[in-house]
C-alpha cells in the first residue's frame, strides 16, 4: 500500500506558526499525513544522530486543533532535540514543508544563517512560507523555463485543494519589450499552463515588463490581482534567462503579504 502524502509543519510556539496553522487547516488536504514537528535546541546540544536528536512522538501542552473538514488521515505531533534547520532541513521525504513567516521563531529575521535563510536556500521539499491565514482563491505562479520554476508549478499542481482555487495567474518578467514576443516567452507560459490545465481553476498567462526588480515586478502584481499564493521557483537562471535572472526567492519572501511557495528541482 503506498503512503499518503506528508506535510510537515514547522512549529516554533510563535503567533506566525499560530497563522501558519490556521491556514493550513484552512484547505482540505484529503488522503494527506501531518507531522506537526518542533524543534529544541538545548545548550549542548546531543550528537547527530542520537536518540534525543531524532523526532519521535510527543503530546505538547497545546496540541495543534483541526478541523474535520482538512481531512487530514493523520496527524502526528513530534519533537526533537536538534538545531531546526538539520531537522527541518532534512525532511526530503517531504511532499510539503510549511513555516510561519513572522514572530519570535522560526522565520522571525531572514539572515544569513537563520533557519528561514538555510530553508529558503536548500529547501528540501517545496516550501511554503504562510504570512497569512486567508483561503487560496488567486494564484500568481512567476515561471522562467528554469528547473527550479517548473518545480514550483509541480508543486502547485500536486496540491490536493488546487479544484477549490477560482484563478491561476502564470506570469513572466521580461525587462524589455521585445521580451514580450520571443517565441521562447510564449512557450514557457504555454509549458506551465498545460501542467495546471484541467485542475479546476481558471488559468490565465501574463507578460510583466519589469518595474524596477523582479521580485518588486512581482509583488506589485500579486498585489494588483489581490492574490492568496505565490508560487516561484528558488533561483531563475532558466531557458529565457533574462526574463527572471537570478534569485528572488529571498527577496519576495520577505516582503510578500501573502503566502509564498518555493521549489528547487531535484528536491
Excluded at 499525513?33 to 538545548?42: F, G, K, L, M, Q
Excluded at 516567452?185 to 488559468?203: F, R
Amino acid at each position: 500500500m503506498s503512503q499518503p502524502p506528508v506535510l510537515v509543519f514547522g512549529d516554533d510556539g510563535s503567533p506566525g506558526a499560530d497563522v501558519a496553522w490556521l491556514w493550513v487547516c484552512g484547505h482540505p488536504w484529503t488522503g494527506w499525513r501531518a507531522e506537526v514537528i518542533t524543534a529544541v535546541t538545548p545548550p549542548i546540544g546531543p550528537p547527530p544522530g542520537s536518540a534525543a536528536a531524532v523526532p519521535h512522538p510527543w503530546e505538547p501542552p497545546e496540541p495543534r486543533p483541526c478541523f474535520d473538514e482538512t481531512a487530514f488521515v493523520e496527524v502526528a505531533h513530534l519533537r526533537a532535540e536538534a538545531d531546526p534547520r538539520a531537522l527541518l532541513g532534512g525532511r526530503t521525504d517531504a511532499d510539503l514543508l510549511v513555516v510561519g513567516a513572522r514572530g519570535e521563531g522560526l522565520l522571525k529575521e531572514l539572515h544569513l544563517g537563520s533557519t528561514a535563510e538555510y530553508l529558503l536556500h536548500h529547501p528540501p521539499a517545496p516550501l511554503l512560507v504562510v504570512t497569512r491565514a486567508t483561503p487560496t482563491t488567486v494564484v500568481v505562479v512567476a515561471a522562467d523555463g528554469s528547473p527550479h520554476a517548473r518545480a514550483a508549478v509541480d508543486a502547485l499542481r500536486a496540491m490536493p485543494w488546487l479544484d477549490t482555487v477560482s484563478r491561476i495567474e502564470v506570469v513572466t518578467v521580461g525587462d524589455d519589450h521585445e521580451d514580450w514576443e520571443a517565441p521562447d516567452v510564449h512557450a514557457v507560459l504555454d509549458e506551465a499552463a498545460s501542467v495546471l490545465a484541467g485542475a479546476g481553476p481558471e488559468i490565465a498567462t501574463r507578460q510583466l515588463q519589469a518595474d524596477g526588480s523582479v521580485a518588486s515586478t512581482l509583488l506589485e502584481y500579486s498585489r494588483h490581482v489581490d492574490a492568496d499564493l505565490l508560487a516561484l521557483g528558488t533561483r531563475g537562471l532558466g531557458a529565457v534567462r533574462r526574463l527572471l535572472m537570478g534569485s528572488t526567492a529571498t527577496a519576495v519572501t520577505a516582503r510578500a503579504e501573502c503566502p509564498v511557495l518555493l521549489a528547487r528541482a531535484g528536491a
